[in-house]
């Protein structure tokens, strides 16, 4: 068996009805490159032939009343594939716009707990023949980094790679009592851990008064954030948009103002943002706030599925100038890394590694009780998750398209997620269409904010409106 690390345990505890915490990815696919020709069977005899070398797909959730720690994951002695693929066709005409609609209905449903939690729905009746996949999979399974690590070993460089061999080992098997003896020295040892992780917090806390102090630059702070359209209560329901815009453009203003793609990422959702924001009215004069999950992948020496850290980054909504907005971004950028360095790439999963699920089930409880500012924490979950640079084919499939789609979490009623993909880079809008009924809107602004961008990089980065 292996015991969920605090982190993931996490994502499990805070899940709620009107807060599924999903990792999802939508696929968009040319069918006619499987070798024999598409049919849902040959597509479900392909994925059948790999899912033995994939253990996250096989593993489940194991607890007993007695167990004090969290629970543990073990194989599935009874995996059905047909529990987790699914069947669907859009409605005529068959475009973006239904496939996103299907996708914010699969997305808001909670995975069944009593199974692997995972899914995969196979969409037909796209336009021009296209074929569509959505694959979800429960947070506490997998981070974005190792959501897209799930799919690449879903994928080959040619349509008629041939699966693997030999399965990989799985969790295993646990007894009851196996789980609830491990889960007491688990308990045991949390003592041990606060007396390490308390002085650890205090260093860092001490750096950041002595950072702000001396006129060094920090990350955003939370519940400084202004308040906007996203961040009302969340309903059970989610809509969904896409956009996507060349790749190529985005290094052509990376490489001219002499930033990084995260900042030009981050530019372009600002400019976006600001345009949204600008024609509703309701542009702020403050800089929004985007909570920015950080991959700790081989850096923390944790366990757990979920190796991230944060870092709170502002987006210059405020500014006006394009060129100015993303010089701006970048700074701040910066400033969020290096206050996240010094932190630590662990202190997050060491804090979460304290507490049990006794301490996370009072904080559910107890934190909507406790007066906090007024103001929200956060505008939104921004995360830039890399991708493949050459063609994929999944499961024989040719990929033409990918659009990541994560949760709507701590009261930021807005997720935008890209992922790059053989010279595309593809974004994945989420809200709730109580907070957000035109979210369309802002994913057509996506390809006018970089198209500003590239016009002020021609000017040279030092060029004004």
């Not at 569509?132 to 897209?148: C, E, L, P, Q, S």
């Not at 646990?174 to 205090?202: D, E, F, M, N, Y």
């Not at 542009?283 to 992948?297: G, N």
């Not at 961008?453 to 000017?459: D, G, K, P, V």
């Amino acid at each position: 068996m292996e015991r969920l690390s605090g982190l993931d345990a996490f994502f499990l505890y805070v899940e709620s009805p009107t807060q599924p915490l999903n990792v999802c990815c939508a696929l968009e696919m040319d069918p006619s490159t499987m070798p024999g020709g598409y049919t849902f069977d040959r597509f479900r005899e392909a994925l059948s032939a790999r899912v033995g070398a994939i253990p996250e797909f096989r593993c489940k959730l194991a607890d007993t009343p007695l167990n004090f720690d969290h629970p543990v994951w073990v194989d599935d002695d009874d995996f059905d594939l047909g529990r987790h693929l699914h069947h669907a066709a859009l409605p005529a005409p068959g475009g973006r716009r239904e496939l996103a609609e299907m996708c914010g209905q699969i997305t808001a449903q909670a995975l069944d707990r009593d199974h692997p939690l995972w899914e995969m729905w196979v969409i037909e009746g796209l336009q021009h023949d296209a074929l569509a996949v959505v694959f979800k999979a429960h947070h506490a399974v997998v981070d974005g980094i190792g959501g897209a690590n799930l799919l690449a070993q879903l994928c080959g460089t040619e349509a008629d790679a041939a699966p693997p061999r030999d399965s990989a080992a799985g969790a295993g098997a646990a007894h009851p009592l196996q789980i609830a003896a491990s889960g007491l020295i688990g308990t045991a040892l949390r003592p041990w851990r606060l007396a390490k992780v308390v002085p650890a917090t205090a260093v860092t806390l001490a750096q950041t008064v002595l950072r702000v102090r001396g006129g060094g630059h920090t990350m955003a702070a939370p519940f400084a954030a202004p308040a906007t359209v996203f961040n009302g209560s969340c309903s059970r329901r989610r809509c969904v948009a896409f956009a996507e815009v060349d790749f190529e453009d985005i290094k052509t203003v990376k490489n001219r103002f002499g930033v990084t793609v995260n900042d030009v990422v981050t530019a372009l959702c600002a400019g976006a943002l600001r345009q949204y924001l600008q024609h509703r009215g309701e542009l702020t004069d403050r800089p929004l706030v985007a909570s920015v999950p950080v991959s700790v992948h081989g850096e923390s020496g944790r366990p757990g599925r979920n190796q991230t850290s944060w870092m709170l980054c502002r987006i210059e909504t405020h500014i006006e100038d394009p060129a100015e907005r993303l010089r701006s971004v970048a700074a701040g950028n910066g400033a969020a890394k290096d206050h996240a360095r010094a932190m630590g790439p662990t202190l997050l999963h060491d804090w979460t590694q304290v507490a049990g699920r006794t301490v996370f089930g009072a904080a559910t409880k107890l934190l909507p009780r406790i007066p906090l500012p007024q103001k929200p924490p956060h505008n939104l979950v921004l995360s830039n998750v890399p991708g493949p640079a050459q063609q994929l084919y999944f499961l024989g499939c040719r990929l033409d398209g990918m659009y990541p789609l994560g949760p709507l979490v701590a009261g930021a009623g807005l997720n935008v997620t890209v992922m790059s993909l053989n010279g595309r880079l593809g974004i994945g809008i989420v809200s709730c269409p109580d907070l957000v009924s035109d979210l369309w809107d802002l994913a057509d602004a996506f390809p006018a904010a970089l198209k500003e961008l590239l016009n002020c990089s021609e000017r040279g980065p030092g060029s004004q409106r």
